[in-house]
Nanobody
Framework: QVQLVESGGGLVQAGGSLRLSCVASRSIDDTNSMGWYRQAPGKQRELVTMIISGVRTIYADSVKGRFTISRDNAKNTVYLQMNSLKPEDTAVYYC???????????WGQGTQVTVSS
């Protein structure tokens, strides 16, 4: 079993920045994938960004150029730097990871990001 714990959410004005962190309870050196999803009220959960096999990074079109994912393997942590935030970025942000030889995806509890106009 793997625990993922997010932090760093909060309330910010449009144009502002936040950095989310996700700490895993085990090494992330060998993750198949690790990244961030978000779910806004009344909407389906959507992919924001993900690192695949530690080398390939993908971003949703809506966040390209504004959000950056990074990782610190020594700290078992993945980050999401969010700049130029917009009200439409308001959502609960979830960390998600998959690991070799482990079935299914692991999710954090989510952290709320609210962007005011």
């Amino acid at each position: 079993q793997v625990q993922l714990v997010e932090s760093g959410g909060g309330l910010v004005q449009a144009g502002g920045s936040l950095r989310l962190s996700c700490v895993a309870s085990r090494s992330i050196d060998d993750t198949n994938s690790m990244g961030w999803y978000r779910q806004a009220p009344g909407k389906q959960r959507e992919l924001v960004t993900m690192i695949i096999s530690g080398v390939r990074t993908i971003y949703a079109d809506s966040v390209k150029g504004r959000f950056t994912i990074s990782r610190d393997n020594a700290k078992n942590t993945v980050y999401l730097q969010m700049n130029s935030l917009k009200p439409e970025d308001t959502a609960v942000y979830y960390c998600c990871a998959t690991f070799p030889r482990m079935t299914g995806a692991y999710w954090g509890q989510g952290t709320q990001v609210t962007v005011s106009s």
